[in-house]
């Protein structure tokens, strides 16, 4: 999907010419998304020379396409004033994500140069928080009052088609700016000119509350297959809109912030350097390696009993890799289940019922096979034999355990159940899997 | 987002008693998704007694939106010549899933007892696999040629959208059926009513070949803000629309399927029985226990030194832990940025080199701290401490470097990055992390 090489060599080409008019021409043809891979593709300096060879038009929609390092280059280049004809001409979604991720002095200076009115529509929306509805709406759309004819309504979209984007329906409210209904553009194409809007509204529309989190807006989305949804406040006051492809990327966001955090990293590392990429995975594995160097130390408390049955040591990997294996089994299953809504609120207890079931019969399936072969390795002492089967058992039935109760008690109290990742799992169940292994294995053996 | 309790509660009495009329009732006002839900909520045979109430209408959209149990149930309840109507009213791209999950027997006397003309056009999608653009596209369009007027569009539109859902734009083709444009619907109320389609139509559409896997369809849609996109042949005829609604539950199925499989379980396991559940997941954990077997007989190869220095035992659990934790991050990066498109086909060895330095990075740390730790509880026997520290940074670099390289090669070969997963990499790292610590143990100390 990146930018094609032979375009990227021609570009570069015009650029170290200075063939200014070459590249205006080559950009002419192109959608903004693929401007801003072409920039993406180049030098920190070349991206701010090509971006001011951009309209005002374009270049405002080729900057909300851009990863945050090139979208700080191309910044670096352009002056307050140019920069605020540019947020102007944002839709107020992508603008206040720019502002907000602005200096505060900077911001200060660019809101400054702007036409006050759109100034203090950003200023507005900078109020809510980021993940909330708030925080992603846009204010751009086209509402009209219930009286409002089909003929009435198609006028207000011309005059208003160059500064909203992407229209798909029109919001219908009331003189307190309550919302009163929705239409889609298709049904004011099938009705007549004089029709009133009131009469093919759908007066039941779903809404989202201004403060509502971001994953339960994406869970709104999919019910209801929406491409639009009105963003109201308390008193059902229409405060903007949320369009499908903000959702979109949010769905994504979410889910990768969900797999890093089972795997014990929490953001993209990908594009960022090796010590910016290892100082982040550091604090999660130094939480690993605390609970290890616990578990050394338990395991050289049993020492002595270690000695004596060297034959014990072999088996400890492979006992407390079965349960962090199956724990983190259980972990996938609940956080992913709680994000798309699979886990309702209602049946906790049976899931963790059913859960515990499914590790009980692995467990005693794997402790069996592993029990069979350990008396063949040692024939002359069928209570090792006992002790490795209930170790796995129990390692296994606790893990899961563990793995489906923990991320559902960090979803009740509010928190990301992906906290309970697989590397905390993992720790956890080796400390759990050690102290039992030996603890079965003093009271049945020595 | 369930259904409300009291509302299922007030269902399971109207159903108990046989008010058909106050059932009907309550339903009316409910949209589609909210009457399946209800439907969820109830019993095995109360769910078929509902649907039985539904106009073919409403029952064609509530049966896409039920999960596969209850729509087994359903299904049960009613005639094929019911069915038959059911699927003729559906959207081509859900009525195909609904057949192509039916009996085969059953499936072909739904189509027998349809109309011809409908039919056909399922048994033409049919052909398509289901994971590609092909096997999610719908039939349902507006398309006209390029000499209509807007006129002659709109009075086409009034025809078809009884037939046509969610219609976002209008599709422009040549006598031959080649895509020649597109017009989104808010062009034609802004178009005078004379204007011919083609002055309007934007003549370099995105498109989709029919073929195109439907994880890079997802990207197209993700890159360009798509809500529609129409589906073409090699020739460029227009065979379909894809429409983001259906984009949205593909991108959450193929990150759920992703997580799942780094975890080592193949499907949604929540809604399946326990020995389902447990059946599923025994595969993978063979193929752990399997490699923590050989674990066991590898560690006893080294019983002779484990009992001279029964202290090396303490160290296991801490070397592989780190190796597998670390290891499974980088898995799920790779994994993660192959998805969405942040690890591009050229880059490969730079991000292996980069993993390679986070490793090592990572290694030393962590191998100079139990290095340390070593030191202080065998002060007698610096050896030791140096074998430990050794083998956390021999762990955790290979684990790194393995981690990267293994998703890397399976999406090289066409396979599922995903499938070298958490429990696989633990297991394998495992293996490593016991031969190179023993290893390196005979190496320095015997």
Known sequence: MAAKASDIKLLKKYISKGWEFHIIEMLHDLKPVEIAELIEALDEESRGKLFLLLDVDTASEVISELSSDSRDDVLDDISDTELARIVEDMDSDDAVDLVGDLHDE???????AMDPRESSEIRNLLIYPEDTAGGIMQREMVSVTPGATIDEVIALIRQQAPEVNDIHNVFIIDHQGRLKGIVPLVNLILSKPDTRISQIMDTDPISVPVDMDQEDVTRLFKKYDSVVLPVVDRENRLLGRITVDDIVDIIDEEATEDMFMLAGADEDLLSSSILKNASTRIPWLFICWLGGVLN??????????????VGLAAFMPIILGMGGNVGSQSVTLIVRGIATGGVSTTDF????GKQLGVGAILGCMYGAMLGAITFLIYPGNPKMSLVVGLSIFNSMTIATLVGTILPIIFFKIGKDPAVASGPFMSTAMDLIGVVAYFGIAVLLIF
């Open 349 to 352: 207890l049976k899931i963790v």
């Open 106 to 112: 900077r911001a200060e200076r660019v809101l400054a």
């Open 296 to 309: 050394s130390f338990l395991i050289k408390g049993f020492e002595s009993h270690l000695s004596q049955l």
